[in-house]
């Protein structure tokens, strides 16, 4: 399996004027961890949920007090970014600016080795400079648990059967991509992530079972309403 096969598209993005504060409502109502930052198509970094953990609103930001004079002079660099990450109000003052990214055609053991390696929780997917996905440590977690101990590359019946199911799903108003992922393994399709209503997760059903190849839907999906019950 490659990048394409699991990532989650379109993407949420923001822009790097876009405020901390609209950036943690958008993470919250679409309950992701993170954002790109695109400036005129071109990805120039991310927010993620770890960016706005020390913040001056919430109390949690650095703080700059105690210590000797002279500790405190050999930390003024790191004060000073302390500074700026807890009080900016805009996505270019708290973004990662350098980005670890991969191609559509990814194998997933590279993706898995990338966010090891560099100790990170999803890596944007671009094609010829432009962000086409995104692949989360839980995509990949989502793939294993659809293969089993079967898993097995480069199936592309499977790939094709995704690729027109996706197609039709987009298609609808009630298919909301950016909380719904869906893979494909031996002709069975698993959905994941989150659903607003029994009815969606029938026509989700429904959609798959119209496609030429799949065998069985299995919808891991959970309701929206249970999460909200359990915060």
């Given at each position: 399996?490659?990048?394409?096969?699991?990532?989650?598209?379109?993407?949420?993005?923001?822009?790097?004027?876009?405020?901390?504060?609209?950036?943690?409502?958008?993470?919250?109502?679409?309950?992701?961890?993170?954002?790109?930052?695109?400036?005129?198509?071109?990805?120039?970094?991310?927010?993620?949920?770890?960016?706005?953990?020390?913040?001056?609103?919430?109390?949690?930001?650095?703080?700059?007090?105690?210590?000797?004079?002279?500790?405190?002079?050999?930390?003024?660099?790191?004060?000073?970014?302390?500074?700026?990450?807890?009080?900016?109000?805009?996505?270019?003052?708290?973004?990662?600016?350098?980005?670890?990214?991969?191609?559509?055609?990814?194998?997933?053991?590279?993706?898995?080795?990338l966010l090891g390696k560099h100790g990170v929780r999803r890596v944007p997917v671009l094609e010829r400079g432009h962000l086409v996905g995104?692949?989360?440590?839980?995509?990949?977690?989502?793939?294993?648990?659809?293969?089993?101990?079967?898993?097995?590359?480069?199936?592309?019946?499977?790939?094709?059967?995704?690729?027109?199911?996706?197609?039709?799903?987009?298609?609808?108003?009630?298919?909301?991509?950016?909380?719904?992922?869906?893979?494909?393994?031996?002709?069975?399709?698993?959905y994941f992530g989150t659903v607003d209503s029994e009815a969606e997760r029938r026509a989700a059903r429904v959609a798959a079972e119209n496609?030429?190849?799949?065998?069985r839907v299995t919808d891991h999906r959970v309701p929206i309403a249970a999460l909200a019950w359990s915060v």
């Open positions: 399996m490659k990048a394409s096969d699991i990532m989650t598209s379109p993407v949420i993005t923001v822009n790097p004027q876009t405020r901390v504060r609209h950036i943690a409502a958008l993470l919250l109502r679409h309950k992701i961890s993170a954002v790109p930052v695109l400036e005129r198509g071109k990805l120039v970094g991310i927010v993620s949920e770890a960016d706005l953990l020390h913040r001056h609103e919430i109390g949690t930001e650095a703080s700059a007090s105690g210590g000797s004079w002279w500790l405190r002079l050999l930390s003024a660099d790191d004060s000073v970014s302390d500074y700026v990450r807890s009080h900016a109000t805009r996505a270019r003052d708290i973004m990662t600016a350098k980005v670890v990214c991969v191609e559509p055609a990814t194998p997933l053991a590279e993706v898995a080795m995104i692949v989360s440590r839980s995509n990949l977690v989502q793939a294993l648990a659809a293969q089993g101990r079967a898993m097995n590359a480069g199936n592309s019946s499977d790939g094709e059967i995704r690729e027109r199911l996706s197609k039709e799903l987009a298609r609808h108003a009630w298919w909301r991509s950016t909380t719904s992922n869906v893979l494909v393994t031996d002709g069975v399709v698993h496609v030429p190849g799949v065998r």
